[in-house]
């Protein structure tokens, strides 16, 4: 079983809107969740990274996070054509530090 | 930008054949991870080193799957028998450190297609 869920599978926005993408593990023992973006073809790039409860914003990306349910949240406001790509969830324990991806959410914002 | 390189880009192979991928890690970095990400998006960790120590693998890398970081190599991963379910893309990354918020770089990865 996946243990990082992510949802919707797929989005569609329109240019300028806003994309709202979730992500929960299942995981207790996770301490770090990660958020990257794949362009098709392409190799995985972080976006964003958040580890304690609450909110973080980097220009039109903001994350959100909920530990005790192990639940973050990634918005792109005024999404652009490109920003058209997969988007990836992964967390990851403070042992190893390998990965744990989910199966991604596919955002497609159409001009 | 990601300075991981990985070689090659593409790799074709028949069933049972061996399929070997390299990868530099980013200057720097000595710890290195592999995953194998099928055509469903699916991820799957499959090893990784810090310098030339194996600190952690799945049951599959420890049988058909064998991986070294050689001081002062590039560090590769080999398919010994090649099976039709390894078609995949293939991801080197590299990390500065152990600490759990330091972030993965991933390389351009080796898509390898079992015939």
């Known amino acids: 079983q996946q243990k990082v869920q992510q949802s919707p599978e797929s989005l569609i926005v329109p240019e300028g809107g806003m994309a709202s993408l979730n992500c929960t593990s299942s995981?207790?023992?996770?301490?770090y969740f990660w958020w990257y973006r794949q362009h098709s073809g392409k190799s995985p790039k972080m976006l964003m990274?958040?580890?304690?409860?609450g909110e973080k914003e980097e220009g039109r990306f903001t994350v959100h996070l909920n530990k005790a349910s192990l639940h973050t949240s990634l918005h792109i406001r005024d999404s652009q054509p490109s920003d058209s790509a997969l988007y990836l969830c992964?967390?990851?324990?403070?042992?190893?530090?390998?990965?744990?991806f989910g199966k991604g959410t596919v955002l497609l914002v159409s001009p | 930008n990601s300075k991981v390189i990985q070689t090659p880009r593409y790799l074709v192979k028949g069933q049972g054949q061996k399929a070997k991928m390299r990868c530099i890690p980013e200057?720097?970095?000595?710890?290195v991870f592999w995953y194998q990400q099928n055509k469903n998006n699916e991820f799957k960790f499959l090893i990784n080193?810090?310098?030339?120590?194996?600190?952690?693998q799945i049951d599959m890398t420890e049988k058909r799957f064998s991986a070294e970081c050689p001081s002062n190599s590039p560090c590769s991963l080999e398919i010994q028998s090649s099976e039709a379910g390894d078609s995949a893309l293939y991801l080197c990354?590299?990390?500065?450190?152990?600490?759990?918020?330091?972030?993965?770089?991933f390389g351009p990865g080796t898509r390898l297609t079992v015939l």
């Open positions: 990354a590299s990390r500065r450190d152990w600490g759990g918020d330091a972030e993965q770089f």
């Open positions: 995981d207790r023992n996770v301490d």
């Open positions: 990274s958040i580890f304690s409860n």
């Open positions: 992964a967390a990851s324990d403070s042992g190893y530090n390998k990965l744990t």
């Open positions: 200057k720097g970095h000595p710890v």
């Open positions: 080193f810090q310098n030339q120590e194996v600190l952690q």
